[in-house]
């Protein structure tokens, strides 16, 4: 990874354990490519559930290698969208009590964006999880209905 960026010389450096975050977001878009993949397969192509399972697993083992630097960019990207009022640079100090404050109030304003951030990206990770769980159960047959001799027809 580059030491800063070659546009405006932002320090990419960070505290040890920053980019830890970056795994959460390949993570999660890992999940969502290979379910949105598997449904794709499976429902759109009409393919078997052992080929949309291969894809799957081929996904969810190639995508998270190729999408880390873009996760680490995006956790960058967030942390500069929601800490806006937060200095990176090492021993820049208020000059006065006004400023402090006025800098403590915007630190309360980013923390509660993240918190808002947060919740959003929690509410959005459960629906897919019920959207992708609904879908399985649909697929497997969970919702048809059993005929008058207990055999289901699909």
Same mark, same amino acid.
């Given at each position: 990874?580059? %030491?800063? *960026?070659?546009? *405006? &010389?932002?320090?990419?450096?960070?505290?040890?354990?920053?980019?830890?975050?970056?795994? /959460?977001?390949? /993570?999660? +878009? !890992? #999940?969502?490519? !290979?379910?949105?993949? /598997?449904?794709?397969?499976?429902?759109?192509?009409?393919?078997?559930?052992?080929?949309?399972?291969?894809?799957?697993? !081929?996904? $969810?083992?190639? =995508? %998270?290698?190729?999408f880390f630097?873009?996760?680490?960019?995006?956790?960058?990207?967030?942390?500069? +969208? #929601?800490?806006?009022?937060?200095?990176?640079?090492?021993?820049?100090? $208020?000059?006065?009590?006004? +400023?402090?404050?006025?800098?403590?109030?915007?630190?309360? +304003?980013?923390?509660?964006?993240?918190?808002?951030?947060?919740?959003?990206?929690?509410?959005?990770?459960?629906? =897919? &999880?019920?959207?992708m769980a609904? #879908?399985?159960?649909? /697929?497997? &047959?969970?919702?048809?209905?059993? !005929?008058?001799?207990? #055999?289901?027809?699909?």
């Amino acid at each position: 990874m580059e %030491p800063a *960026c070659g546009k *405006c &010389g932002l320090s990419f450096a960070r505290e040890p354990g920053f980019y830890l975050g970056s795994i /959460y977001i390949n /993570y999660g +878009a !890992t #999940v969502i490519a !290979t379910g949105l993949l /598997y449904g794709l397969v499976v429902a759109v192509l009409g393919l078997s559930h052992r080929v949309a399972l291969a894809a799957s697993l !081929t996904v $969810a083992v190639l =995508f %998270p290698v190729l999408f880390f630097r873009h996760a680490r960019a995006l956790l960058l990207a967030l942390d500069g +969208a #929601v800490n806006r009022h937060q200095s990176h640079e090492p021993g820049r100090e $208020a000059d006065d009590d006004d +400023a402090e404050a006025g800098r403590l109030a915007g630190l309360k +304003a980013d923390d509660a964006s993240a918190g808002c951030m947060m919740g959003v990206a929690l509410v959005s990770i459960i629906a =897919f &999880g019920l959207l992708m769980a609904a #879908v399985s159960l649909h /697929y497997v &047959g969970a919702f048809s209905a059993p !005929t008058a001799d207990g #055999v289901d027809l699909d």
